[in-house]
T-cell receptor
Framework: DAGVIQSPRHEVTEMGQEVTLRCKPISGHDYLFWYRQTMMRGLELLIYFNNNVPIDDSGMPEDRFSAKMPNASFSTLKIQPSEPRDSAVYFCASRLGGGKNIQYFGAGTRLSVL | GESVGLHLPTLSVQEGDNSIINCAYSNSASDYFIWYKQESGKGPQFIID?????DKRQGQRVTVLLNKTVKHLSLQIAATQPGDSAVYFCAEANSGNTPLVFGKGTRLSVIA
């Protein structure tokens, strides 16, 4: 299996622009997680899905952030409009429900908002 | 203004020595623990896990110790190698399907 696949790996955008980050979980995994990692705050859970349904979005910083999972093999995290303080590395992770609680992470998307 | 970053604890170890990375967890109800390794430019990678009904578990060159009395977890790496240089995170969960709660991480630097 190719593991969790995220795209793009790097994104540079200007303040006010819309940013869309993409994630393909490991095939068969029914949980998907979005994290943000910064030097200031470490690794923060933003939102997670079970069977494509959002379960907990309490970590989403504000209404500018939204996430969707239209099917079992794809999820997006959107920031509109983006701000410089959104600059961070965003990780997607997936796991298999009912088994061990081991999340498998993608390589991340490094976002820079100028 | 001056920015204050997250000051990760750093452990510097001579190549070939053993490393011990410690973690204090917060929730006494947690019953499952994991160690992750994050190399520069990569996502966290699973190393080893342990359930609360155990106090020790061994993998290849790594051992995890759990002390539930003081809510302490440690990761021991035998014969540390340059490739072990990374940030190590502990994570906890209190039931099978709740999200993991990650600690702040410890940076391990291996001196060749």
């Amino acid at each position: 299996d190719a593991g969790v696949i995220q795209s793009p790996r790097h994104e540079v955008t200007e303040m006010g622009q819309e940013v869309t980050l993409r994630c393909k979980p490991i095939s068969g995994h029914d949980y998907l997680f979005w994290y943000r990692q910064t030097m200031m705050r470490g690794l923060e859970l933003l939102i997670y899905f079970n069977n494509n349904v959002p379960i907990d979005d309490s970590g989403m910083p504000e209404d500018r952030f939204s996430a969707k999972m239209p099917n079992a093999s794809f999820s997006t995290l959107k920031i509109q409009p983006s701000e410089p303080r959104d600059s961070a590395v965003y990780f997607c992770a997936s796991r298999l429900g009912g088994g061990k609680n081991i999340q498998y992470f993608g390589a991340g998307t490094r976002l820079s908002v100028l | 203004g001056e920015s204050v970053g997250l000051h990760l604890p750093t452990l510097s170890v001579q190549e070939g020595d053993n490393s011990i990375i410690n973690c204090a967890y917060s929730n006494s109800a947690s019953d499952y623990f994991i160690w992750y390794k994050q190399e520069s430019g990569k996502g966290p990678q699973f190393i080893i896990d342990i359930r609360s009904n155990m106090d020790k578990r061994q993998g290849q060159r790594v051992t995890v110790l759990l002390n539930k009395t003081v809510k302490h977890l440690s990761l021991q790496i035998a014969a540390t190698q340059p490739g072990d240089s990374a940030v190590y995170f502990c994570a906890e969960a209190n039931s099978g399907n709740t999200p993991l709660v990650f600690g702040k991480g410890t940076r391990l630097s291996v001196i060749a």
